[in-house]
T-cell receptor, first 116, second 115 residues
C-alpha cells in the first residue's frame, strides 16, 4: 500500500496567478498520476509522471498550463499556471507502487482549489 | 480507448435495504475493473477489483461486484446498506493505450442512504 499526502489541502487564488501542489508518498513508487475532479464530476486524468522522464499529458492538457516535476520516486509537483475560475477543482495525486496495470491506485486526499 | 458508463447518477435507498450500482464498460481483449468509493471531503479508496478468475468479487465493507463479460458489466451490490455507506462510487477500467497503464473513471454514482 501507499500513504499519500498533498499540500496545500485547499487554497483560494486570484485569477492569473499560479499554484504549485505537492504530492508526497511514504514509499518509492513507479508511477504517479495527477487527476482533476471538477465540482460534481468524475476524475479526469491530467498526466502521468514517471521519475526521470517527461510527464505524459492527456488530450486537452498541456505542459505550459500544468507543468509537472518528478524529481524522485516519492515526490511530485503539479503547477496550475495562469489560473482562471474554470480551474477551480479538486486536484488529486495517485500512485501505483509497481506500475503494473493490475496494481491498485492509491489516492491522496486532494487539493481543493478555488480561483476568484 | 476504454470507456465506462455508470447508469445512475444518484441512488437513494433506505437503511438496511439492498442496493445495486450499475457499471458498463467498452469491450476489450483483456480488462481490469475497479470500484472506488469517495466519502465526503476525502480521497478515493479502493472497494474491490476484478483482474481474472471468479466473476464474483468481494470487497471491503460488505460490497461485492459481478463481472459479466457478455454484457460488459461490472455492477456493484450490497445486500444491506448502512447510513455510513453514503458516498460517491466510481467504476473504473484500466487502459493501456499509449503503452502505459491508467484508469478511466465513470461519472460516478451518488449513493444516499436514508434512515
Amino acid at each position: 500500500s501507499a500513504v499519500i499526502s498533498q499540500k496545500p489541502s485547499r487554497d483560494i487564488c486570484q485569477r492569473g496567478t499560479s499554484l504549485t501542489i505537492q504530492c508526497q508518498v511514504d514509499s518509492q513508487v513507479t508511477m504517479m498520476f495527477w487527476y482533476r475532479q471538477q465540482p460534481g464530476q468524475s476524475l479526469t486524468l491530467i498526466a502521468t509522471a514517471n521519475q526521470g522522464s517527461e510527464a505524459t499529458y492527456e488530450s486537452g492538457f498541456v505542459i505550459d498550463k500544468f507543468p509537472i516535476s518528478r524529481p524522485n520516486l516519492t515526490f511530485s509537483t503539479l503547477t496550475v499556471s495562469n489560473m482562471s475560475p474554470e480551474d477551480s477543482s479538486i486536484y488529486l495525486c495517485s500512485v501505483t507502487p509497481s506500475g503494473r496495470v493490475t496494481d491498485t491506485q492509491y489516492f491522496g486526499p486532494g487539493t481543493r482549489l478555488t480561483v476568484l | 480507448a476504454q470507456s465506462v458508463t455508470q447508469l445512475d447518477s444518484q441512488v437513494p435507498v433506505f437503511e438496511e435495504a439492498p442496493v445495486e450500482l450499475r457499471c458498463n464498460y467498452s469491450s476489450s481483449v483483456s480488462v481490469y475493473l475497479f470500484w472506488y468509493v469517495q466519502y465526503p471531503n476525502q480521497g478515493l479508496q479502493l472497494l474491490l477489483k476484478y483482474l481474472s478468475g471468479s466473476t464474483l468479487v468481494k470487497g471491503i465493507n460488505g460490497f461485492e461486484a459481478e463481472f459479466n463479460k457478455s454484457q460488459t458489466s461490472f455492477h456493484l451490490r450490497k445486500p444491506s446498506v448502512h447510513i455510513s455507506d453514503t458516498a460517491e462510487y466510481f467504476c473504473a477500467v484500466s487502459d493501456q493505450t499509449g503503452g502505459y497503464n491508467k484508469l478511466i473513471f465513470g461519472a460516478g454514482t451518488r449513493l444516499a442512504v436514508h434512515p
